[in-house]
């Protein structure tokens, strides 16, 4: 039975009772055993089934050069505690996959710096209402899990180990309560920690769960956990699962290298995040679902996503609160989706993310308030019908749009800042709404406010400076109300919504508002078609109901001839239009006609009329029977690149669709092919458009446009998209001669004349004028005359009864600051 033995001390005081003894078994040793008695196991292996009922201590050699007293039967439970004895420096090693190696089924036993390695159906077993202590025990079972707590039992573990478990490895199933203190649990099978059940509950404190088999931390069937400064790492699956109403509170705690999502919440579960960081996840950070399911975070941090997923996702109608919450370095770092799903985002800081920081669709609702974002695709997307939601305060810095709204989304934005987005400052197509409250967009390198398709936006008190496409540009439809501006104000001259109001049905050329409109829109890209790129949902559509017949190709022709400058381009077009016409003639005499690509890339800096002459050409096109429309799509980037998988391919042939029997202009089309483009679905967008233009090659031109230097990477760096263009025009920068040209021009069409010497001025003053890559060209030439129209308004108000010469003369005074336009 045994090969060692066990001294018995009896704490008695009966004189028949002797002091001490020596058994041979340990049962033997038990059966004398009284309360108090200390029992002293031998070095040795004891192939004895134990059960102690007694308080008694039981113990094996601490330190030993002979080895560990060892409770190895062949079958059954090695130990069973049914007393509050004391059981120390014990191994355990039982071989029966159908019991525990340790079972504990009564009192408040302690259990101490035991070893149990094993191969039974649980390493140590709490049953019964047993509420034993457990201090550094260490517990290795492949067979089953690591430590079993159910049936009304608890207790106490701490500074426990739990390894290699073919099961979970701790256990508790309700009613139990259990807590754990300095415990680690690694290389567990199913899970780290499992708990289940009503009336089952965890404190954890300072413990690491880490190379899981499956989830870390699992929680199921109204079961509760407290987990404070608690480590999950490395599982094959979720880090932190909620499911069932079950409630968790993570505190101080770190969840990180996870492959699948960080924290994972359903059906009717609660999750209350304190100071937690979650970091490298391979999905979500933080997903919930389900109606009543809810994520309320606080002071936490998510970063450094290690997939192409949102950071944090709430659908199925769950709600969340990120509250001085900071979410970084993740492809998307908001996902809100489905009717009566919400989010509220308070005092947060949201940077460095591809996508969207906050995406709201679907019927759901988001809160922003107090926040700030910085770096990020776009800070807030509210994409849909029922859609909405507020957004408070927030400032979002170098997003490449900030707000965008579409398709019948209805947001209410008030104090919102936008500074340097690279896009647009705030976008709105598609039918979407919105109101906009003392909003701000300052250093824009394409729009402020660009609102497109007649879509029924407020803006009220807004203010817009330093925008390089413009600072209010709106696109209307006929028979759409359009958008409503009160009290908005523009560094540019122009009164916001007047000078920059282009209607879908008209030609820009017809536009004239204000001074300029109609040579601004045939002369540069600064105020551009109705609709015109800029930001997802839509891109310019100049195919309203009421567009204009074609117009024949000698009349077109004759508008390009007039643009001012461009010589090159305009011989460039000219050729290209005249090998179509010979082709066509050949035809029609039964001749081979050479094959013409009519796809063309344009090079060259903004505003300098890449735009206008791509709607030229596509009106030349359809008056010669090439196309049947020639009306003028444009998009960029964000129209055609979606934020998750299978978006893109969406967007993209949605964009090719509305330009059919015309022309698709992709503007800033390098964008698309970023130098750092790691997880990008930008490919996704030319894989498809270069098999749209292979499949549909007589229906739609294509027209990709940038700066020089990008499009030749952009060309280089995709081979299939540039064999299918036939040519490169390259538009280059206005000289000071031809600006001069433009202003005199506008001032013509406005009934303004050029004082003596006003022309020698401007020249002067365009030849002064630093040309960066941002110089405006043609922009730069409207903005001149229009504030040289303002200045000649102040001073002419003060005059009593001006003559008309007074009221038509602009003087070299007049000139603006170089600052103010360049």
Not at 63 to 91: F, H, M, N, Y
Not at 185 to 212: F, K, Q, Y
Not at 406 to 425: I, R, Y
């Amino acid at each position: 039975m045994a090969t060692g033995s066990v001294q018995v001390t009896h704490s008695g005081t009966s004189r028949w009772r002797r002091r001490t003894a020596v058994y041979g078994t340990v049962a033997e040793a038990l059966a004398v055993a009284v309360d108090g008695d200390v029992l002293v196991l031998a070095p040795g292996t004891y192939r004895e089934n134990l059960v102690i009922e007694h308080a008694v201590t039981m113990r094996g050699p601490e330190e030993s050069k002979d080895g560990p007293a060892r409770i190895a039967p062949p079958e059954g439970v090695p130990l069973t505690v049914r007393g509050s004895a004391t059981v120390r420096c014990l191994r355990i090693e039982g071989q029966d996959t159908a019991v525990p190696a340790v079972l504990v089924e009564a009192g408040s036993p302690e259990l101490a710096a035991l070893t149990v390695h094993t191969s039974s159906a649980t390493g140590i077993a709490v049953r019964g209402g047993a509420r034993p202590t457990v201090r550094g025990c260490g517990v290795r079972n492949a067979a089953g899990s690591g430590i079993s707590v159910a049936d009304g039992a608890g207790g106490l573990f701490e500074e426990c180990e739990v390894a290699e478990s073919g099961q979970p490895g701790v256990q508790v199933q309700g009613p139990a309560h259990v807590r754990l203190d300095r415990c680690r649990i690694r290389d567990a099978g199913g899970a780290g920690l499992a708990v289940s059940g009503e009336g089952s509950a965890v404190e954890a404190t300072d413990c690491g769960i880490h190379g899981v088999r499956g989830a870390g931390v699992r929680l199921a069937d109204r079961a509760t956990a407290h987990l404070t400064d608690c480590r999950v790492s490395e599982t094959t699956a979720d880090g932190v699962t909620l499911d069932g109403e079950a409630v968790l509170t993570l505190a101080d705690s770190q969840v990180h290298d996870i492959p699948e999502n960080a924290v994972d919440l359903r059906s009717r579960s609660v999750l209350t995040l304190q100071r937690t960081t979650i970091s490298r996840f391979g999905r979500n950070g933080v997903s919930a679902w389900d109606a009543g399911t809810h994520a309320d975070a606080h002071d936490c941090e998510i970063h450094e996503s290690t997939g192409d997923y949102p950071a944090v996702w709430v659908s199925d109608g769950a709600t969340a609160v990120l509250e001085s919450c900071r979410v970084h370095d993740v492809p998307d770092a908001l996902f809100v989706l489905d009717p009566g799903s919400r989010a509220d985002v308070v005092d947060s800081r949201i940077e460095r993310v591809r996508g969207s920081a906050v995406s709201v669709s679907d019927g759901a609702t988001a809160r922003m308030d107090g926040c700030r974002l910085a770096e990020v695709g776009t800070g807030a997307w509210f994409r849909d019908a029922g859609s909405g939601g507020t957004v408070t305060g927030c400032t979002i810095e170098r997003p490449r749009t900030g707000v965008i709204v579409t398709k019948g989304a209805n947001p209410q934005v008030t104090d919102c800042a936008v500074a340097e987005p690279s896009e647009a400052g705030f976008y709105v197509s598609a039918r979407g709404r919105g109101a906009f409250t003392r909003c701000r967009v300052t250093g824009s390198q394409g729009y402020g406010f660009h609102i497109i398709d007649g879509c029924r936006s407020e803006l009220v008190g807004c203010r817009t400076a330093r925008c390089a496409r413009g600072g209010y540009v709106v696109g209307e439809v006929a028979g759409e109300p359009g958008p409503v501006l009160t009290d908005c104000r523009s560094d540019e001259v122009a009164r916001p919504g007047a000078d920059v109001r282009v209607t879908a049905a008209d030609s820009p050329a017809e536009s004239s508002d204000t001074a300029g409109a109609a040579a601004r829109a045939r002369q540069g890209e600064s105020t551009l078609p109705a609709g015109a790129g800029g930001a997802p949902g839509g891109g310019a559509d100049a195919t309203a109901a009421g567009q204009p017949a074609t117009r024949a190709s000698a009349e077109v022709l004759a508008e390009l001839e007039a643009l001012v400058g461009l010589t090159t381009v305009k011989r460039e077009v000219r050729a290209l239009i005249d090998m179509i016409e010979v082709g066509r003639r050949r035809q029609r005499a039964g001749l081979k006609a050479a094959s013409v690509r009519r796809h063309l890339v344009f090079t060259g800096s903004p505003g300098t009329g890449k735009t206008t002459v791509a709607r030229l050409y596509g009106e030349i096109l359809a008056s010669l029977g090439v196309l049947e429309r020639g009306h003028l799509v444009e998009v960029s980037r964000v129209d055609l690149v979606g934020e998750h998988i299978g978006s893109t391919a969406i967007r993209t042939q949605e964009a090719f669709d509305r330009a059919r029997g015309g022309v698709l202009f992709i503007d800033e089309a390098y964008a698309l092919t970023p130098e750092d483009a790691g997880r990008d679905f930008g490919r996704e967008a030319i894989d498809t458009l270069v098999k749209l233009m292979e499949d549909h090659r007589e229906a739609v031109v294509v027209i990709v446009a940038g700066y020089t230097r990008e499009m030749e990477r952009f060309l280089a760096a995709n081979p299939g998209v540039a064999s299918r263009f036939s040519r490169t025009i390259t538009f280059g920068d206005y000289a000071p001669e031809e600006l001069l040209r433009i202003v005199e021009q506008q001032a013509r069409e406005q009934e303004y004349d050029l004082a003596e010497g006003t022309p020698e001025a401007l020249l002067g003053y365009f030849e002064g004028l630093e040309r960066g890559p941002s110089f405006g060209n043609g922009r730069t030439a409207r903005q001149t005359f229009e504030a040289m129209v303002e200045r000649h308004a102040g001073r002419v108000a003060r005059l009593p009864d001006p003559s008309t010469q007074e009221l038509t003369l602009l003087y070299p005074a007049d000139l603006p600051e170089a600052a103010a336009v360049s």
